[in-house]
């Protein structure tokens, strides 16, 4: 920390001459200067405080004593590769074991979600002696050109998509093809995923693999009927190729009632790959790929290493493993189910106030909110959500994200729902999302947070 803190003018000067405009902020007119952060608050250079709705990477909270002090102490003593025996890294990795199933029991170590689902490409690849990858509509599984060419989300608007990329529907029982009035969605869209993976054979195509975030968190805070991903890898598997589940967004107890998000399709679901990052170190750059024996020993047969310089270094395994300790003691995944709970709870009560709400969808500590023009064409409210700097996810960019730290509390839920409800109807529009200013002077409250104001 700089001795003596620039002003955020000057700062933002800097920044503007130094970084690409591609790298973007937050209200970029007018941006937050964060210095600090504690639990699921975050604070200005003015001390302001926010309430942080969205920051799923500090998934214990912001500066986790317990997680810094694990950083610190191992920083201390040693921070080297993983060639040299070690215990941090056996350790970490039997811990993660504990918490799936067994079947996936071996682990790669790296620094990010975007490394972890490159390798799981390498790994279906090398195992099924494939190509091809289905992905779903919307989905973006990371920023290495091999994630952008499997990722709608990003590639539409760049080289387009590439005859080895396949592209099912969205698993949306809100706005896709199969509703919630469907008698049996998760059969209908997995049929979607056979047409597609058919559709490749009859070119002389070969799938690799089937990708999908276990909750399409871009897509729109999708929740894919229960039953859908068991039938997916039945088409998958018959086609050749595996299941990877993409937990970055999701993983680590956010959904409440499992561990994975993907165990919400069923005890008798397993992945053949399964990637985590962001959460899994508290904001270290940790990542993990789990597979099975048989798709590491397909790798193993190149006789080609895997090495990655800092992935399993012994602080980031000291840090991972302290993040597990945390959602342990802290009881954060029974937290997250009830608070989550409790603000779908909250936030569904507002929908008979406020139109514009439609639905409400999520599991545990991962909620969407769908914005509506109207309830009877569920027309995505697209023109209206461009008020809103970001935090909006989902096709028509129109969709409302929670995703807060685990500590996030009841009384927070409280308050932010508080906020919206006040502000759509006193200030005539005004909607506050992703950090509320935790004092009650609403125009204050306004002023720097993201904000959707609903054309009259």
Known sequence: MASDPRGKAATLALR??????????????????????????????EGTEYIDCINNVAHVG?????????????????????????????????????????????????????????????LARQYTGHWDVV???????GHLSSLIDISPYKFRDLDGQKEWVHVAPLPDTYRG?????????????????????SSAQEKGRKIAA??????????????????????????????????????????????GRHFWAFQL????????????????GNGHPVACVATTQAVARA??????????????SPVSCAVGLAVLDVLEKEQLQAHAASVGSFLMELLGQQKAK?????????VGLFIGVDLIKDEATRMPATEEADYVVSSTDGPGKNVLKFKPPMCFTLDNARLVVAKLDAILTEEKGWLVWVALRSFPDMEENVRSCETLRLRP
């Open 265 to 280: 399709q069923g005890e008798d679901f397993v992945p053949d790959i399964v990637t985590m990052g962001k959460s899994i």
């Open 210 to 255: 089937f990708f999908a975030e276990s909750l399409p968190s871009v897509g729109g805070q999708i929740v894919p009927p229960a039953g859908y991903f068991p039938e997916v890898a039945e088409h998958v598997r018959r086609a050749g190729g595996v299941f990877v589940a993409d937990e970055i967004q999701v993983g680590f107890g956010r959904v």
């Open 177 to 197: 093809p199969y509703r919630e009035d469907h008698p049996n969605p998760a059969v209908a869209y997995a049929s979607e995923v056979k047409r597609v993976v």
């Open 62 to 122: 912001h500066c986790h004593p317990l997680v810094v002090q694990a950083a610190h102490e191992q920083n201390q003593v040693l921070n080297t590769n993983s060639r040299y025996l070690h215990d941090n890294i056996v350790d970490y990795a039997q811990r993660l074991s504990e918490t799936l199933p067994e079947k996936l029991c071996v682990f790669y170590f790296l620094n990010s979600g975007s490394e972890a689902n490159d390798l799981a490409l390498r």
């Open 16 to 45: 503007r001459r130094l970084l690409s405009n591609s790298c973007r902020l937050f209200f970029p007119e007018d941006p937050i200067k964060i210095v600090r952060g504690q639990g699921q608050y975050m604070y200005d250079e």
């Open 354 to 362: 406020h139109p514009i709400l439609g639905d409400i969808r999520g």
């Open 135 to 141: 992905v779903l509509d919307h989905a973006y599984h």
């Open 299 to 312: 790798f193993e047969a190149t006789g080609v290493e895997y090495f990655n310089t800092f992935g399993g």
